[in-house]
């Protein structure tokens, strides 16, 4: 089985990989982008059957840093 | 005074940390991260700067969970002193030792040029050696030193006088310009600039020295 993680800066977390990807944007022209926020995504191939607790597990232990950022699990 | 120097792959300050320690008379102790305990008896660990397993991740990340780091936080529970400099700061508080985080610095760049750093407290044994207010020149050279504290945290961190150092202009985007804080019992000390590069005459600055002087002393006493 796969799981995708998502891992993004938790709101109110100044990303400024964010911010500069939002002004090249306004400087080559795209002009109303009014936000940009930078995250990961960690695909996993898991043993079939593994439940989405431990995967939560993993995300509290290594995959997100829960001080600065939150992480939503997709199993697929 | 016997000091234990944590070995990460990636580390790259290790070595002049054991200088600076050996220079203030320290009896230092390379360790690998592969290690699951500390040598017999040491008093202060040292996580060094560098880029542990290339910043994999998040910087600190992987090495948080080696299995040196349990041994660390065991040290630093039982009282043991902890020191992280650069990467050896954002080490600890992956491992949770130290509260808060460090992220890409506001302005995107690396930086790497030393700076005027206040001490913002005496009231350790790290900055004992000080007096609030004096302004060190300590060189910085991190990606990611941008310290983040909510709003209930940084204000925790002056009441109970836990940060040790403030960058005496703003860096990298720290809150409140904080460049270093103390653990609860003050025996655990992350820090981006670092002393061991300030310790030397042809360093241009002795700034550090007093740093390890003071824990050399603090340990020997004890």
Redesign the interface.
Known sequence: MKARVHVMLKN???D??GE?VKHALGAIGFAGVDGVRQGKVIELDLADGTDEATIGQMCE???A?T??ESYTIEVL | MRAAVIVFPGSNCDRDMKVALEQAGADVHMVWHKDADLPEGVDLVAVPGGFSFGDY??CG??AA?SPICQAVVRHAEAGGYVLGVCNGFQVL??TGLL???L??????KFVSKTIDLTVETENSVFTSGYRAGDTLRIPVAHHDG?Y?A?TSLAARLVDEDRVAFRYSAPLN?SVDNIAGVLSENRRVLGMMPHPERAIDALHGRTDGQAMFRALVEATVAA
Request: hydrophobic residues 45%.
């Open positions: 109110g977390v100044l400024p990989q500069a232990k290594l995959l840093n001080v600065i | 991740l998040r990340a992987i969970q508080t992956e509260p808060g985080a992220m890409r610095n506001a302005g995107l941008n983040v909510d985007g």
